[in-house]
């Protein structure tokens, strides 16, 4: 008996919530996000345990880097969100995505594409999204509150990507 092709779709509306996660996650899931956060955690460890060793400038100095990857940055990353979400037009609307056999596809108004599962690099499934790379740095991001699926779109994922 064969198996009948299905589709699952799902309509997807990325906010600035999502895409801190999304940057969040990127930044800190790599060594050098890990490396930024050791150094922050160690000069905060610095500061607190060497407090009265220290003049005021180096005092300063120790603050700012340990408040530099642990506060600063995601500050940052979150201001950036914000403001590719508001600058970037497709992100306005949400956009409809088509999962089967062929592939991811992705509409939103007259423009439609295809990316074949073979151009997916890599799938990350948390508790609250299901991420899928296409490059390093590009990637879809797919709030599971938003599908109505999601594990049935993680099976035909894993199933379609090799």
Not at 13 to 30: E, L, P, S, V
Not at 98 to 125: C, N, R, Y
Request: glycine share 6%.
């Amino acid at each position: 008996m064969e198996e009948k092709s299905r589709e699952i779709t799902a309509d997807i509306k990325i906010g600035t919530k999502d895409m801190f996660y999304f940057f969040m996650r990127h930044n800190y899931a790599c060594f050098s996000g890990l490396f930024g956060l050791f150094i922050s955690l160690g000069a905060l460890i610095l500061l607190i345990i060497r407090f009265g060793s220290y003049d005021l400038p180096a005092k300063g100095l120790l603050l700012l880097v340990a408040l530099l990857f642990t506060v600063i940055q995601p500050l940052q990353l979150l201001l950036k969100a914000a403001n590719q979400i508001k600058r970037t037009p497709m992100f306005q609307e949400p956009i409809q995505y088509t999962f089967g056999e062929e592939g991811l596809g992705i509409s939103q108004h007259d423009q439609a594409g295809v990316i074949p599962w073979e151009q997916v690099m890599k799938v990350i499934d948390t508790n609250q999204y299901l991420i899928i790379y296409i490059t390093k740095m590009r990637a879809y991001i797919f709030p599971k509150k938003q599908m109505d699926h999601p594990e049935m779109i993680k099976e035909m994922i894993l199933k379609y990507c090799h």
